[in-house]
């Protein structure tokens, strides 16, 4: 026969089975089997009180844990909260911020790599030089030449008579320096940074990450690049940009009491001058046309030069070939309001030109206003093309302004602009370059018998198609 105790024991753990389950309900139905499992009982509620009214008999370690234990919490020491909770903050933080100050400090290690890094890398080279440029690196003067790499901190200086390049291994992106113009190159970590202390630059920027884009600073200004076709002039007194191609934002180092505001996103077609007094504003780039130059066979008339004739893609860098037609183009910004008179000529006695004008900016609204050469029977609209190549190019402004009105073809029918308004113009002339056409017209308000005179500078602007760049198309001023 079990024991009370181990049937009690077995039947918390599970463990019995049918016939000791029977044996132990039959003791618990036994009066005196009950009595003595209350006794049990009580002597473990005695021991248990006893332990707690007499923790001085205990020792001193088992002590303060007995008492950080059962005691309630209005009988805690005072200040065991104070001590314990800087340390748990400090041991989660600890743990928190271990990772992320690691993290913290690696980055920091790594910027301070590629800084030095950077700092002796090479960030460029020159090309095509024209006469001597001087290279100052670290206080030396060094004589460079075609293919000198260039380092962080070179002062590259142009002299009067010469030019160069400045190229990025196989990046597209070229900037060319004029005559006179000074260029530092800065630590290009964040991206091509430049310094234009004084002269001019055409840049052509291939499309640069914009965490990292091309800036070049200026004494007034800095002008931001991600990728396009712009010419940056700077002098001690002020900083001008051209664009032709895609926008740079301009931002003003001072501001004066003119400016609205720091900054502005220049454009293309659009030029801006940052100078103190001068407020900072996007204006129309005028003062030239673009240029288009094609080779056609004899008899092509000058309409199908896009589709018959041969593109040159640089016609000023050489002699005018044979069968060589011009198309001068952009926009004409009307100074005034009124009706305008319009005259062409060339530099040859009866060498093929025409003059088209849009009512509009949309080159599809041209009209042929006016010619130096009859049209061909049968093809009305148009010019015959060149006859026996390109004539040799002679006479003076006087004869041409004098030829103007030798032919009635010449002069236009009055046109009635508005004031600042822009309208699309063509000039087709054989021959390359824009001295070799006489593009002249009278003003509104004038008498009808002042003579003709030419067409200022500042009211015609090149051809840039907001749509996208236009490849094809050579500024020529």
């Known amino acids: 026969m079990n024991s009370l105790g181990q049937l009690l024991a077995q039947w918390a753990a599970g463990g019995l089975s049918a016939a000791e389950l029977a044996e132990l309900k039959q003791l618990l139905a036994k009066p005196e089997t009950r009595a003595e499992l209350v006794d049990d009982w009580l002597l473990d509620e005695t021991i248990y009180h006893t332990l707690r009214s007499q923790p001085a008999e205990a020792p001193a370690a088992a002590q303060a844990r007995l008492a950080r234990a059962w005691a309630p919490p209005a009988a805690r020491p005072a200040r065991a909260p104070r001590r314990l909770f800087p340390w748990l903050v400090w041991h989660e933080v600890r743990i928190t911020l271990r990772w992320p100050l690691g993290v913290a400090a690696a980055a920091c290690l790594a910027l301070a790599g590629l800084h030095f890094y950077f700092q002796k890398a090479a960030v460029g080279r020159l090309t095509d030089l024209r006469a001597q440029v001087a290279v100052e690196r670290a206080g030396r003067k060094l004589s460079a030449g075609s293919g000198q790499l260039l380092y962080p901190g070179d002062l590259l200086r142009v002299p009067a008579d010469g030019a160069a390049s400045l190229a990025w291994g196989e990046e597209p992106t070229r900037l060319d320096l004029a005559a006179g113009a000074e260029l530092q190159l800065l630590n290009p970590m964040r991206g091509k940074r430049l310094s234009l202390r004084t002269g001019t630059l055409d840049a052509s920027v291939a499309p640069q990450p914009r965490w990292r884009p091309m800036i070049i600073a200026t004494p007034q200004a800095e002008a931001k690049v991600v990728g396009t076709h712009f010419s940056l002039s700077a002098t001690a007194a002020s900083t001008r940009i ?4 895609g926008a740079v934002r301009l931002r003003k180092r001072r501001l004066a009491a003119v400016d609205d505001h720091r900054q502005l996103t220049v454009r293309a077609g659009q030029t801006a001058t940052a100078a103190p007094g001068v407020k900072l504003e996007a204006q129309f780039l005028t003062g030239f046309l673009s240029s288009d130059v094609w080779t056609l066979p004899s008899d092509t008339p000058f309409a199908e030069a896009p589709a018959r004739g041969t ?48 009512t509009d900016a949309k080159p599809a609204h041209k009209r042929r206003l006016a010619y130096v050469m009859p049209p061909e029977p049968g093809r009305e609209g148009t010019a015959p093309g060149p006859q026996g190549g390109a004539r040799p190019r002679s006479g003076s402004a006087s004869r041409l302004a004098a030829d103007l009105q030798s032919s009635p073809s010449q002069e236009s029918a009055p046109q009635r602009l508005v004031q600042g308004q822009r309208y699309y113009l063509e000039l087709w002339h054989e021959g390359v370059g824009p001295e070799a056409v006489y593009f002249a017209w009278r003003l509104p308000g004038e008498a009808g018998g002042a003579p003709p005179k030419r067409v200022a500078l500042q009211a015609l602007c090149p051809f840039i198609d907001s749509s996208g760049p236009d490849k094809g198309t050579d500024a020529v001023r």
């Open 311 to 358: 593109s040159l893609s640089q016609p000023a860098a050489a002699p005018a070939p044979p069968n060589a037609v011009e198309r001068l183009r952009g926009f004409l910004v009307a100074p005034a309001s009124g009706d305008y008179i319009f005259w062409l000529a060339t530099l040859e006695d009866k060498t093929p030109a025409e003059l088209w004008l849009s």
């Open 242 to 245: 051209e664009v032709l191609e």
